[in-house]
């Protein structure tokens, strides 16, 4: 006879996989952002600094 | 771009291999939790992004002050990037927290204090980037800022306090649950130091990611600079 009791740990493990998607997930598009932006910036710096080269000679200097 | 600086990378380096460490922690040393099973692992990241949100939310609220005390445009900069980062980390510690309900609640989602006190701050803090968004002037955009940020920081303590205050079904880590408490449990020492371990990674993080947005800001307001020049 089944016991109406329960048996052990309930069977959650696809909530946990989903769980730890959104967790890796989340912070994985995160850094993808930040990279998409840093990229766009840059290219937007060159061009301005094409545009104008005798203006912005500190631009290149590493701080 | 200015070049990377060797303790970023380094930090960089710490940070991946502490995330790493605290996942395997969490897999292979934190025992299963007798009742709720596996969903149960996903508590010492869902409540380590709360920190990291809660952290980033505290952190702009200091730069706010800063801003307002210094006018230096590069407390602007770490309060927007303090926010973004606790915006990230609240939205990742609001959707694992729905994920473990519905099993543990057998609901996604309930109007609870705490649920709903968490809602709100995350969207304080998403208008606090809508807002900054259209405002053009920088001067004016920093100082909305740092005053939106502080004020908005009142939204923490409230959903920190919110689990102890109300009458709600929040479990809580640390203090006495509410009666009507549902999923709380009674953490062994290697859960309690895989649960303490994953706060100190997720610090890492937000340091780490806080240092990459810093910089980020400052190479977005050297571009804008050199817009406005180039447009007179």
């Known amino acids: 006879m089944e016991s109406i009791f329960l048996q052990g740990p309930a069977n959650t493990t696809s909530y946990m996989i989903a769980g730890f998607t959104v967790i890796f997930g989340v912070m994985l598009l995160y850094l993808v952002s ?25 631009s290149n200097e590493g701080q | 771009m200015e070049p990377k600086p060797t303790t970023l990378k380094i930090l960089d380096i710490v940070t991946v291999v502490l995330l790493l460490l605290a996942t395997l922690m969490v897999f292979f040393y934190a025992p299963l939790e007798a009742v709720m099973g596996q969903v149960q692992k996903v508590f ?26 210094r006018s230096d445009f ?21 959707v694992t927290g729905s994920i473990w309900a519905r099993p543990i609640w057998n609901t996604w989602w309930t109007w609870d204090p705490r649920l709903t006190t968490a809602t709100i701050m995350m969207l304080i803090y998403a208008a606090y980037l809508m807002l900054r968004a259209g405002i053009e002037d920088p001067d004016r955009r920093a100082r909305f800022g740092a005053v939106y940020a502080i004020i908005g920081f009142l939204s923490v303590p409230l959903t920190f306090f919110s689990a102890r205050l109300f009458r709600t079904i929040h479990p809580v880590v640390i203090g006495t649950n509410q009666p009507g408490a549902e999923g709380s449990f009674d953490m062994t020492t290697a859960m309690l130091q895989t649960f303490l371990f994953s706060l100190l990674v997720f610090t890492f993080i937000f340091a780490d990611l806080l240092w990459h947005r810093i910089r980020l800001g400052r190479l977005s307001l050297k571009v804008e600079q050199l817009k406005l020049k180039s447009l007179e």
Do not use: C, S, T
């Not at chain 1, 998409?36 to 500190?58: G, H, S, Y």
């Not at chain 2, 809660?54 to 307002?68: I, S």
């Not at chain 2, 590069?74 to 609001?94: C, M, R």
């Open chain 2, 74 to 94: 590069k407390w602007d900069i770490a309060g927007l990037a303090a926010v973004e980062i606790g915006l990230v980390f609240a939205f990742i510690n609001i």
């Open chain 2, 44 to 69: 010492y990241f869902h409540v380590a992004a709360g920190w990291v949100g809660m952290l980033g939310f505290l952190a702009a609220a200091f730069a706010g002050l800063m801003y307002l005390l």
């Open chain 1, 34 to 58: 930040l990279v998409i932006r840093q990229r766009n910036l840059n290219q937007d710096l060159e061009v301005l600094q094409e545009l104008e080269p005798a203006d912005f000679p500190e």
